[in-house]
Structures are given as structure tokens and as C-alpha cells.
């Protein structure tokens, strides 16, 4: 498999905080890696340095073959990166239907028809402004966006963040079936089980360094390691 995604000793800063310590990661064509770590490891960091919302100080960021360390994040969302952040972010004071078609959409095999399929729930409440939705369909949204988009790598920080578990389950099987589309994936998530589950790869952070890489399904098995760098049971 080739890499479509590769982070090489990044280093982000907030300010003079220096956040991350050089992290390195790729996440190849057509599989799903997720990024593990307490709160304050430097998930959400990692994301937002791989998506130029905190440019890396050091290091390098490749996506689809291009050097994107210092692209702003318009440009590296055009390259074909979809991008969920941590709280979901839609337009509270719009419809659904006007939060799906504010971004042009891309050519490629998603369109509102497949998004709508994909998510029943949206079609049905097309007409009611993001603020009326529960925190699933929100989340819906959120991911159904950058969908349209038609994307190669989608990154998502915190899906199941405040969902219930039926919720979670479903949003799951969504990032599931991303993959079954030939996406590529890489999912920051805190339900350490559930996202070992649907994992191919797993990296987790501690204190902004990688303190592991390697099979999700190694990690699973490992229920003293999840637990002394992710704070979590590998048990459902």
C-alpha cells in the first residue's frame, strides 16, 4: 500500500508552548489509522498541524504526493482532505440542506442523492436549521459535509464525542463503510475500543510524542498498554 498521508517530525506550538515533539505518522490508501492519547496529548494538535490550522514549526506534512507544511487549510482541503474538527462546527443558523451546499462540491461519486442514502436522517430534516438537530445528526452533518467534497483522506477528531452509544455505533459504521468506499481514514477518537475495532493502524501520543505505533488489533490485545498510554480498558 502507498502512503497518501505522512507527518515527519512535526513539531506545533501554541504561542511559546511547544505542543507537539516531533510526531511522525502516514496512513495508507484505502485503510483507517487511528490516533490515540489522554486528554493534552496532542490529538487534536496533530490535526490541525496536518490540516495548516497550526502550521508545524519543524517537520514536514506530505498529502497525495504534495508537500503541504505551509499550504493554508483552503488549499489543502481543495487537494481532496476532508476535515471533521473536534465539536462538529456547522452553521447553527442554517439548514441542513444550506450546510451541505455551502462548500462547491467537487466531481466525484458523492453527491446530496448519495449523502441522503447514507443518512436517512438529513433528507428527512433538510429543511431545519443545524441548531435544531440532536448531537448525532449534528454529527451526521458534520461528516456528510465534507463528503460532498468527494475527498481522498478524511480526518476525523472526535465523532462519538457526547453521543449516545446507539449513535456512536451508527457513526461508526459510517466511518466503516469510508473505508469500504477506498477512503482513506484517520480517526482521533476517546472510545478506545470502538476505535481499535474499526482501526486498521493505531498511533498513540503521550506528552506530544508518539509512545506507540503499530497494529490496532496488537494494541487491542494489550489491555495493560491501552491502559498505561491511553487511560482506557480494550474491553467493551
Known amino acids: ?22 510526531v ?43 508537500d503541504t507544511t505551509r499550504w493554508p487549510a483552503y488549499r489543502i482541503a481543495r487537494l481532496g482532505i476532508g476535515y471533521v474538527p473536534e465539536g462538529r462546527k456547522i452553521f447553527p443558523n442554517l439548514t441542513v440542506l444550506e450546510n451541505l451546499t455551502v462548500p462547491p462540491p467537487r466531481p466525484g461519486p458523492w453527491n446530496l442523492a448519495r449523502v441522503f442514502k447514507l443518512f436517512p436522517r438529513l433528507e428527512e430534516r433538510q429543511g431545519q436549521l ?37 449513535v456512536v455505533q451508527e457513526v461508526m459504521g459510517v466511518v466503516k463503510s469510508m473505508r469500504e468506499e477506498g477512503l482513506s481514514v484517520l480517526l482521533v477518537e476517546q472510545n478506545v475500543p470502538l476505535s481499535l475495532g474499526v ?29 498505561k498510554l491511553a487511560g482506557a480498558t480494550a474491553e467493551s
Not at 500500500?1 to 516531533?22: N, P
Not at 438537530?133 to 464525542?161: F, H, T, V, Y
Not at 486498521?200 to 497494529?215: E, I
Open 130 to 166: 443545524g441548531r435544531q438537530l440532536s448531537g448525532g445528526e449534528q454529527e451526521m452533518l458534520a461528516i456528510a459535509r465534507p463528503l460532498l467534497l468527494n475527498p481522498r483522506i478524511m480526518l476525523l477528531d472526535e465523532p462519538s464525542q457526547g453521543l449516545a452509544p446507539l
Open 1 to 22: 500500500m502507498s502512503a497518501v498521508l505522512q507527518a515527519r517530525e512535526v513539531h506545533a506550538f501554541y504561542g511559546k508552548s511547544h505542543i507537539l515533539h516531533g
Open 199 to 227: 482501526a486498521d493502524r493505531a498511533y498513540v501520543l503521550d506528552d506530544g510524542k508518539v509512545a506507540y505505533s503499530g497494529t490496532a488489533a496488537a494494541l487491542a490485545a494489550d489491555h495493560e498498554l491501552v491502559q
Open 24 to 66: 511522525s505518522l502516514e496512513v495508507n490508501e484505502g485503510e483507517i489509522v487511528t490516533l490515540l492519547g489522554r486528554n493534552g496529548a496532542g490529538k487534536t494538535t496533530t490535526m490541525r498541524a496536518l490540516m495548516g490550522l497550526t502550521p508545524p514549526r519543524m517537520g514536514s506534512v506530505t498529502m497525495l504526493g504534495a
